[in-house]
């Protein structure tokens, strides 16, 4: 599982797009929250914490993951390596795991900026201002979580098509309506049962609970069964086509 998680990175690190990608990122994040003026500056917002941040974080990682695991599978089906995997003695789970690791450790690069980032407000912020570590800490484990299941998602697009480019597309789609889809069809409901529970069968609602610094067992719940769900689904299409 650990090798194919390294060979995950090799491969991504081997190429220029990869640093293309990664390089991407950092500008774009960069210069809304410093430089362009527009709802996600930090320095305009007047506040010492890192909330604008973590509000923008889900829109980038949008494209971000789905752009680093759109090949995870693809790749591999379309150039026909996927008969060489399975004849490894690895399990299928084993398999998805691999890649699974060796996409959030690329994505844990790219949060390495959280860390950069409050450094830079604390030494920005008046003496008078208070930096809320529970919000940012709660608020980093959600953007961590929501991370995860966004790569599950794109891994699970990824088994399901042999095109990089469809299942980047499926997969942003797909991360999106999860996040902001169930949210907004909510909204059509005057009935508040129907509202509640469309609401927290979307990801924004929890996303947006532990960006308060409330870490809630429903909303861990919630995030470590979607991950097995859209897993369990990866797993699965293998099997398919294994057989």
Known sequence: MLAIAKREIRSFFTTPLGYSILAVFFILNGLL??????????????????????????WLFLFLIPAIGMKAFSE????????LLFTKPIAVWELILGKFLGMLFLIGCSLVASFIYVYVVLELK???????????????????????????ITLCCSCFSKNQVVAFLAA?????????????ASLYFSDNTIYSFLNAVGISSHYNQMSKGIIDSK??????????????????QLHKLKR
């Not at 591999?76 to 008969?83: D, Q």
Request: with cysteine; glycine share 8%; net charge negative.
């Open 219 to 236: 909303d861990l719940i919630y995030f470590l069964g979607q991950l097995f769900l859209f897993l369990f689904f990866a797993v699965n």
């Open 33 to 58: 929250l410093w430089v362009f003026t527009n709802a996600f500056n930090l320095i305009d917002s007047g506040f010492a914490d890192l909330n604008l941040y973590f509000e923008l974080m889900p």
């Open 126 to 152: 008046l003496e008078s201002d208070v930096f809320d570590w529970g919000a940012f800490w709660g608020s980093f484990l959600g953007l961590f979580f929501l991370a995860a299941l966004f790569s599950s």
């Open 172 to 184: 942003v789609l797909l991360c999106f309506l999860h996040f902001y889809g169930w949210r907004e």
């Open 76 to 83: 591999e089906i379309k150039s026909g390596t996927i008969a």
